[in-house]
Nanobody
Framework: QVQLVESGGGLVQAGGSLRLSCAAS????????MGWFRQAPGKERDFVAF????????YYADSVKGRFTISRDNAKNTWYLQMTSLKPEDTAVYYC???????????????????WGQGTQVTVSS
């Protein structure tokens, strides 16, 4: 059974930092693109960042560029989202996801990912 489990969420003051982790089990994701999405209350789930299989050329949403860093450790089947300079508008449930690298995928859409975690809450107070 494949599982993605996020951890590292919590409550932090504006300007603070958090590091989210996503640990995968049940299969190896070393050839997959790994992504992060987030969903604020009453809003749609939005793309945050993705990273390809070898960690090169990470891609970020404009709203987090320069503040968030995505990384992965294929040996541990785990990937991360380092979040710095957090703002209240970063408050959301954060989801990790894994997707197969198909030619038509942009990896900025939910439908490009076949595996999802259950989410972890990040709350940034002002």
């Amino acid at each position: 059974q494949v599982q993605l489990v996020e951890s590292g969420g919590g409550l932090v003051q504006a300007g603070g930092s958090l590091r989210l982790s996503c640990a995968a089990s049940g299969r190896t994701f070393s050839s997959y693109v790994m992504g992060w999405f987030r969903q604020a209350p009453g809003k749609e789930r939005d793309f945050v960042a993705f990273i390809n299989w070898n960690g090169a050329s990470p891609y970020y949403a404009d709203s987090v560029k320069g503040r968030f860093t995505i990384s992965r450790d294929n040996a541990k089947n785990t990937w991360y989202l380092q979040m710095t300079s957090l703002k209240p508008e970063d408050t959301a449930v954060y989801y990790c996801a894994a997707g197969r690298p198909l030619g038509t995928s942009t990896f900025r859409r939910q439908r490009d990912y076949g595996y999802w975690g259950q989410g972890t809450q990040v709350t940034v107070s002002s």
